[in-house]
């Protein structure tokens, strides 16, 4: 689904069906969600298939500054069914120590993978640092936080579809003596 269908009417936001014009602002769909810690009946990225999936907990390898470097994360995914099938596997990623307003995940990738019954594929996605990037409107440009993220690997924004893993992003890679 490209939307979230939250359980109840009052998760959404407030609507005037007399305005000529509405700002809802930084939050909508799953991220509105996330912040106000509402489930969705049908979060963003659900589907319906004739085969069930299974996701390994995604390894992360490298490192990342606020300057360069590259993340690489990967995650197994199986086809438990009978029949074959298609999954969406989705990478989300949240900075965990923020002083700025900023969304809980944010979608960064997604790979459609094909898998026959008992079958499982290693997918990976590859992360530098513009895709963790924030505007910052104080200082009118893209800013790199260093510290703690996390990253969410799975089929949906639902938690419960996601598994996770935790990184850091130093201020700067530290250089080796050659």
């Known amino acids: 689904m490209p939307c979230s269908v939250p ?3 009052s ?3 407030p609507f005037d069906v007399g305005a000529l014009e509405i700002d809802y602002g930084y939050y909508h769909g799953y991220r509105w ?3 106000d810690r509402c489930a969705a009946d049908f ?7 004739y085969s069930d999936f299974a996701y390994d907990v995604p390894s992360l390898e490298g490192e990342l500054s606020q300057q360069d470097g590259e993340l ?4 197994t995914v199986k086809n438990l069914g009978e029949q074959a099938g298609d999954e969406t596997v989705q990478l989300y990623m949240g900075c965990l120590e923020t002083g700025v307003e900023r969304f809980v995940k ?3 990738g997604f790979r459609r993978v ?8 290693d997918v990976e996605f590859r992360i530098n640092p513009g895709d963790i990037a924030y505007f910052d409107p104080q200082a009118g440009d893209w800013q790199v936080q260093s510290g703690r993220y996390r ?3 799975g089929k949906s924004a639902a938690e419960n579809d996601l598994l996770t893993a935790e990184f850091s992003v130093a201020d700067s890679l530290a250089m080796e003596a050659s």
Do not use: A, M, N, W
Not at 43 to 49: C, I, K, N, R, T
Not at 114 to 121: D, F, M, T, Y
């Open 7 to 9: 359980v109840d009417e």
């Open 11 to 13: 998760h959404l936001p």
């Open 33 to 35: 969600l996330d912040r």
């Open 43 to 49: 979060s963003f990225g659900h589907g319906l298939g």
């Open 72 to 75: 690489r994360i990967s995650v």
């Open 106 to 108: 944010e979608l960064k």
């Open 114 to 121: 094909s898998l026959q019954p008992g079958e499982s594929r």
């Open 151 to 153: 990253v969410y690997v």
